[in-house]
């Protein structure tokens, strides 16, 4: 599973601003927000809500699980990971926002750091939940993410999730995903242009939120409108479900033609019989396969903080 989007809720807010000499907090929040505005990833919409007003950015250039770069009043302009970027002076403080769980943008100017933003992102309320329901039934879960160990974590912790996989680059991620394939079938959770290789490196690849990445919907197998990750569950129970009946289906279709062509050979039952058993037995077939597209869909209500704890499964 993608963290950010995907395990947390998608709505993170910037929380920190720290700036290098003269440059004030609006200046280092405006030039990042210049460029984040078109940027897909998640953490863009934060910053860009927090200055609603910047000026215009042209030439920008996006690299996927590093930042953003771009022309920003004749000056270059970059944004992006502390792993991508140097803190410079700051380094010491972004570990400590780091170690709060927030995921921290380093802003440089002309290749000099000039600020960095600190943004956070809560664990969605279901994860809990999910998490154990999935881990009962035998699901083993790895959290993938670029952001740093720090922050991963303390949001792994919360999930309930133990094998974390930290300061990954959308390479790195894809690299983990086939390692994993290697002990068996994996399926890869995300939504943004950074999960892109690891969808496709998956056996399956789940898209989640109509309003994720085009690059993250066109290399999932599935793609689910909301970003409910109860959804993952269910889905997974009516594939089961499904594989019973079409495994139903095959038996009674290899038992009737096992029952009836002795019949039919030995003269026990005339051609008319036979043909009138087997009509029968396709209509059952057929009623039986129509059940797959009868089953009932679970509401998902609303949950809130204090609902999202660990489900017991039994």
Not at 40 to 56: D, G, R, S, V
Not at 66 to 73: E, K, N, S, V, Y
Not at 286 to 291: E, F
Request: hydrophobic share 45%; aromatic share 0%.
């Amino acid at each position: 599973m993608d963290k950010t989007g995907t395990l947390t809720r998608n709505q993170p807010t910037v929380t920190a601003i720290l700036t290098i000499d003269e440059v004030s907090e609006q200046d280092v929040l405006s030039w990042a927000a210049a460029l984040e505005r078109h940027s897909t990833h998640p953490l863009a919409a934060a910053i860009t809500a927090a200055a609603p007003t910047t000026p215009a950015a042209a030439d920008i250039t996006e690299t996927a699980g590093h930042g953003i770069t771009g022309r920003l009043d004749g000056a270059t302009v970059t944004v992006g990971s502390p792993r991508w970027l140097s803190p410079g002076p700051l380094a010491q403080d972004v570990q400590s926002m780091e170690g709060q769980g927030m995921t921290v943008v380093i802003v440089h100017r002309d290749g000099s750091p000039a600020g960095a933003i600190g943004v956070r992102d809560e664990l969605r309320p279901e994860v809990p939940a999910v998490v154990t329901t999935l881990t009962g039934q035998g699901i083993g879960l790895t959290m993938l993410t670029g952001d740093n160990t720090r922050t991963a974590q303390a949001i792994a912790a919360q999930a309930g999730i133990e094998d974390v996989r930290a300061e990954l680059r959308p390479e790195d991620k894809a690299a983990a995903v086939n390692q994993l394939s290697g002990a068996g079938p994996t399926a890869m959770i995300g939504d943004g242009i950074n999960d892109a290789p690891a969808l496709a490196a998956a056996d399956v690849g789940i898209a989640m939120g109509a309003s994720g990445s085009d690059a993250a919907i066109e290399s999932a197998d599935v793609a689910f409108t909301g970003h409910d990750l109860r959804l993952i569950p269910q889905a997974l129970a009516h594939a089961r479900r499904g594989r019973r009946i079409i495994n139903q289906n095959i038996v009674l279709s290899l038992l009737i033609i096992a029952v009836l062509v002795p019949l039919a050979i030995t003269g026990v039952l005339g051609l008319a019989a036979v043909v009138l058993v087997h009509e029968v037995a396709e209509v059952i077939v057929i009623l039986n396969g129509l059940r797959a597209a009868t089953g009932r869909r679970s509401t998902l209500e609303p949950l809130t903080d204090r609902q999202a704890q660990p489900a017991t499964v039994g």
